[in-house]
Nanobody, 114 residues
Framework: QVQLVESGGGLVQAGGSLRLSCAASGSFFRINAMGWYRQAPGKQRELVAS???????NYADSVKGRFTISRDNAKNTVYLQMNSLKPEDTAVYFC????????WGQGTQVTVSS
């Protein structure tokens, strides 16, 4: 059973930064691309960043230039560095493969105040 555990969220003022972490169990991690998603109240979950096993990255236009995804295969962990945060970044953030193959974790709440 694959488990994904997100952490690092919190309350931050607009313009601030947060670093999210996603710890994954299982040996699958090293062979899968991974992604960060977010879901704001009343909205669908959206993929905001992804990273391949080789480190190639892709970002949604809304976060490009502000968010950076990275991974540490030795620690089975994927990170999301979020800078220049905006109130519209407020959401619950989740990690999973870009296809959403695994059971969703609890997510971590990010709240950006104006």
């Amino acid at each position: 059973q694959v488990q994904l555990v997100e952490s690092g969220g919190g309350l931050v003022q607009a313009g601030g930064s947060l670093r999210l972490s996603c710890a994954a169990s299982g040996s699958f991690f090293r062979i899968n691309a991974m992604g960060w998603y977010r879901q704001a109240p009343g909205k669908q979950r959206e993929l905001v960043a992804s990273i391949t096993t080789f480190g190639s990255t892709n970002y949604a236009d809304s976060v490009k230039g502000r968010f950076t995804i990275s991974r540490d295969n030795a620690k089975n962990t994927v990170y999301l560095q979020m800078n220049s945060l905006k109130p519209e970044d407020t959401a619950v953030y989740f990690c999973n493969t870009p296809q959403g193959w695994y059971s969703w974790g609890q997510g971590t709440q990010v709240t950006v105040s104006s």
